[in-house]
């Protein structure tokens, strides 16, 4: 199986040090990945990279079997495919719709198809009727989820989280979590930079470990349905 | 009340001439420095510090050098008098264009250099290309925008150093408010100038009224 992102020997620098240094790391398509680790480790940093917001200082990348040229219209074509909610999701100064609409309207989707797709998306994150309402006065859970219907509506490839469950109440967390660990099964590849490791985000994930910016020996495997804990790191990923 | 209610042909000329020059004068002057600002605030540069410290000072340079400097160019024996420019409206528009330029290249470089830096990143990660992306950056700025322009507009309409050297103060073809104002009161005409000057102030405001239902469109 090709793998659908494969870093080889990728570091990222700023001001002189580094900030990650991943000598390789492979990331399958349809499968979700935890990345672990403490503040400054680096998720922040490999989740830009891997959704070509910013370009590593050295190394490639190869995406679904093509290296990655630096060029503004492979980036912008790469884009349209990979989706980064931030952890502090920055919506625009208008209605919850036209935020939605946004990355719709880009695609060329517009009108009814456009419209459904947002109510869909408005309806997975369980915000029906949300979409006139001005995006900034809605409050930080609901703003946090419309963010994500907003990335959910573009149905993109892969899905990058940066501690989605930061800013909102157990209540959304657990819906939440319940919206992304359904997207595999749509063949959706999720990568999330979280804090959150309890058994309900563990299953089923793939665990990359960070710390300064490298990989660590914590990198292992989730695997069956059981919710039974697989090997320690070493496995084909990496 | 009495004295603006009253007021001739000629004051109703100047109040155009002055809405009119300011008009074309924030116009090139938004079309030049709002983008200047954009790119000095979005971007990162050698000598940026020099080139904020620069257009700061260009903030505070005296009308009447403006004035001085353009009509240089302008007189009949300038580099551009075979144009025939000077002591026209057109002049006044060139003189308001380079005073108001750096006020409003000002506010916008403040206004994109304070705004959100997720906004680029947002558009960019679903799916907007660079243009895109800077258009929505503009977008989601347009108060600070909209406050270069209003603050660029009150610089021009309320300017008489420019006005005067490059327009000559002509009765119904370049006298504007601020110029009559000057003149009435040199003559001893104290109430009408004050009276011309809340005529100036009622045409800034409603110019202001009008940008902000604009802008909140």
Redesign the interface.
């Given at each position: 199986m090709t793998p659908l992102y494969t870093l080889s020997s990728v570091t990222k620098r700023y001001n002189g040090s580094v900030a990650l240094d991943i000598p390789a790391l492979a990331i399958f398509e349809g499968t979700t990945y935890l990345l672990a680790g403490p503040n400054g480790s680096g998720k922040s940093t490999l989740l830009n990279i891997l959704a070509f917001l910013a370009a590593p200082s050295s190394g490639t990348i190869e995406y679904a079997g093509r290296e990655v040229d630096g060029k503004q219209s492979t980036l912008g074509r790469l884009r349209n495919e990979v989706t980064l909610l931030h952890q502090s999701p920055y919506l625009f100064d208008e209605t919850v719709f036209a935020n939605i609409a946004f990355g719709l309207r880009i695609r060329g989707i517009k009108g009814p198809p456009q419209r459904q797709r947002v109510e869909d998306s408005l309806a997975m994150v369980g915000l029906s009727g949300f979409g006139p309402r001005k995006a900034k006065a809605l409050s930080g859970g609901e703003s946090q989820r419309v963010a994500l219907a907003r990335a959910l509506a573009l149905s993109p490839r892969v899905l990058l989280l940066d501690e989605p469950f930061g800013n909102v109440d157990k209540e959304t967390a657990g819906m939440l979590h319940g919206v992304i660990a359904s997207l595999p099964g749509k063949g959706t590849t999720v990568v999330m930079a979280t804090h959150d490791t309890s058994p309900q985000t563990l299953l089923k994930s793939q665990v990359i470990g960070l710390a300064e910016g490298k990989l660590t020996g914590e990198t292992v495997r989730r695997k069956d349905r059981e919710g039974r804990i697989g090997g320690r790191s070493g496995h084909a990923h990496f | 009340m009495r004295l603006i209610l009253s007021l001739d042909a000629d004051v109703f000329h100047a109040a155009w001439t002055s809405i009119h020059v300011s008009a074309w004068s924030i116009l090139f002057a938004s079309l030049l420095g709002i983008p200047l600002g954009l790119a000095a605030g979005m971007s990162e540069f050698a000598f940026k510090r020099m080139v904020l410290t620069i257009l700061n000072t260009l903030i505070a340079v005296p009308t009447v050098l403006v004035g001085l400097l353009v009509y240089g160019f302008l007189s009949r024996q300038g580099p551009l008098g075979h144009f025939g420019l000077l002591f026209t409206p057109d002049a006044m528009v060139i003189g308001g264009t380079i005073l108001i330029t750096p006020i409003v290249a000002n506010y916008s470089l403040n206004s994109a250099k304070g705004a959100?830096r997720?906004?680029l990143?947002?558009?960019?990660?679903?799916?907007?290309?660079?243009l895109?992306s800077t258009m929505?950056f503009v977008?989601?700025i347009r108060f600070g925008i909209l406050a270069a322009v209003i603050a660029g507009f009150g610089r021009v309409i309320s300017e008489v150093g420019v006005a005067m050297m490059l327009g000559g103060n002509i009765r119904g073809y370049t006298r504007t408010m601020t110029t009559a104002i000057a003149l009435e009161t040199s003559k001893g005409e104290f109430a009408f100038g004050v009276a011309l000057g809340i005529l100036l102030m009622t045409v800034a405001l409603l110019t202001n009224i009008f940008l902000t239902l604009f802008q909140q469109r």
């Open positions: - | 959100d997720r906004i990143a947002t558009a960019l990660t679903l799916g907007a290309g660079r895109r929505k977008s989601e």
